[in-house]
Each structure stands twice: as structure tokens, then as C-alpha cells.
């Protein structure tokens, strides 16, 4: 629990996988053990609280990563899994990118497989990364709003600010819903 601060603010707050704002779910991120404890439990229990091998990941990816482990960490003193690539050595962005619908995707054989292990591929990954860039919408608008002079021009922004902001809130609210299991139908949200 003492270190959950730490890979927080070293993680800016995002998955270390999908790379989703902590600030989306209303349930706690987890520590995530890159070489599982199931590999190492016995044979190198230091891996159980080495910060290099501790990341920051939503509940989703930590569940598909789980034990998913290849390599020797017994004859190495690098924090590797052969299966993925290492989140804090590794620059995510050149290995995966967002595609035209927000999907995450990657031209890297094993990023690909990646995608694959870590269930990137599930939409509600692109939903995460719509409602970011709603939220990113509304806040550009809000400041184009407050800067314009023109009276007419501004209650167009004002008001084109309004419809996205209450987009983003439907989006977050069956986002939400849904990420902890809840079916489309239970969800309620007006408009969908």
C-alpha cells in the first residue's frame, strides 16, 4: 500500500498497458508484478517489492497480463518478461498507436501480440480514449469561448462547449458502467 503513491505520480496516473487515466474508474488501479509472482514466488521473493518490477496498471490489463511470463529472471539482474515489452524501458508510443477509431494497434510483431495477451483490443479501450478526447474538446472550447469577443460567437461556443461536456458525461457514465460488468442494457444512459 506504501508504494502506491509512487507508481502513481511515476506513472502519471495512467496504465502502464492501455495507458487509461486512473481518473476514468471509480475502482482502484493495481500494482502489477512485470515478472508474476507466480514465476518468482520460492525462487526470488526480492521481486515481491523491487520497484523496477512494480507497475501501475487498470484492473483489466493486470487481469489478462496475470501469469503470462517467458525468460530466466534467476540468471539475469533485468526486469524482463520476453512476452512484453518492459513499460518503463520501452517507449509505448513507438511501438503502438491509436488507429482511425481510437482502437489501439501496432505494425510490431510482438506488440501485436501484445494486443492480443493484454486484450487491448476490447472497445472499451477506444470508448476510454474517446472520452479523453471529448474532454479535451470541451476544455478548447471553454477557452476559445472565453476569449471571444464577438457576443454571438461566443454563445455558439458556449453552447457547442455545453453539448460536448454532456457527451462526455453519457460516454463516462457507460464507460464506467460498463468496465465494471455491466451490460449496455442496465446502464440507463440517455441517448445511447
Same mark, same amino acid.
Given at each position: 500500500?506504501?508504494?502506491?503513491?509512487?507508481?502513481?505520480?511515476?506513472?502519471?496516473?495512467?496504465?502502464?498497458?492501455?495507458?487509461?487515466?486512473?481518473?476514468?474508474?471509480?475502482?482502484?488501479?493495481?500494482?502489477?508484478?512485470?515478472? @508474476? %509472482?507466480?514465476?518468482?514466488?520460492?525462487?526470488?521473493?526480492? =521481486?515481491?517489492?523491487?520497484?523496477? +518490477? &512494480?507497475?501501475? /496498471?487498470?484492473?483489466?490489463?493486470?487481469?489478462?497480463?496475470?501469469?503470462?511470463?517467458?525468460?530466466?529472471?534467476?540468471?539475469?539482474?533485468?526486469?524482463?518478461?520476453?512476452?512484453?515489452?518492459?513499460?518503463?524501458?520501452?517507449?509505448?508510443?513507438?511501438?503502438?498507436?491509436?488507429?482511425?477509431?481510437?482502437?489501439?494497434?501496432?505494425?510490431?510483431?510482438?506488440?501485436?501480440?501484445?494486443?492480443?495477451?493484454?486484450?487491448?483490443?476490447? @472497445? %472499451?479501450?477506444?470508448?476510454?480514449?474517446?472520452?479523453?478526447? =471529448?474532454?479535451?474538446?470541451?476544455? +478548447? &472550447?471553454?477557452? /476559445?469561448?472565453?476569449?471571444?469577443?464577438?457576443?454571438?460567437?461566443?454563445?455558439?461556443?458556449?453552447?457547442?462547449?455545453?453539448?460536448?461536456?454532456?457527451?462526455?458525461?453519457?460516454?463516462?457514465?457507460?464507460?464506467?458502467?460498463?468496465?465494471?460488468?455491466?451490460?449496455?442494457?442496465?446502464?440507463?444512459?440517455?441517448?445511447?
Amino acid at each position: 500500500e506504501s508504494i502506491k503513491p509512487y507508481l502513481k505520480k511515476d506513472f502519471q496516473e495512467r496504465c502502464c498497458y492501455c495507458n487509461m487515466s486512473s481518473e476514468l474508474l471509480t475502482i482502484p488501479y493495481h500494482v502489477e508484478h512485470f515478472i @508474476p %509472482i507466480k514465476a518468482f514466488e520460492g525462487k526470488k521473493d526480492s =521481486l515481491l517489492t523491487e520497484y523496477e +518490477n &512494480l507497475m501501475w /496498471a487498470c484492473p483489466k490489463c493486470n487481469l489478462s497480463k496475470g501469469d503470462k511470463y517467458k525468460g530466466d529472471f534467476l540468471t539475469s539482474s533485468k526486469i524482463e518478461n520476453e512476452l512484453f515489452y518492459n513499460p518503463v524501458e520501452t517507449d509505448y508510443n513507438d511501438i503502438f498507436f491509436r488507429n482511425e477509431i481510437g482502437g489501439i494497434d501496432s505494425e510490431d510483431a510482438k506488440g501485436r501480440e501484445m494486443i492480443k495477451l493484454l486484450k487491448l483490443y476490447r @472497445p %472499451i479501450h477506444n470508448l476510454a480514449w474517446l472520452i479523453e478526447r =471529448l474532454e479535451k474538446l470541451a476544455l +478548447n &472550447l471553454e477557452q /476559445a469561448a472565453r476569449q471571444e469577443t464577438d457576443e454571438e460567437r461566443k454563445k455558439l461556443l458556449e453552447d457547442a462547449m455545453g453539448k460536448v461536456a454532456l457527451e462526455c458525461v453519457k460516454k463516462s457514465k457507460l464507460f464506467r458502467a460498463v468496465y465494471n460488468g455491466r451490460q449496455f442494457a442496465e446502464v440507463g444512459v440517455e441517448g445511447e
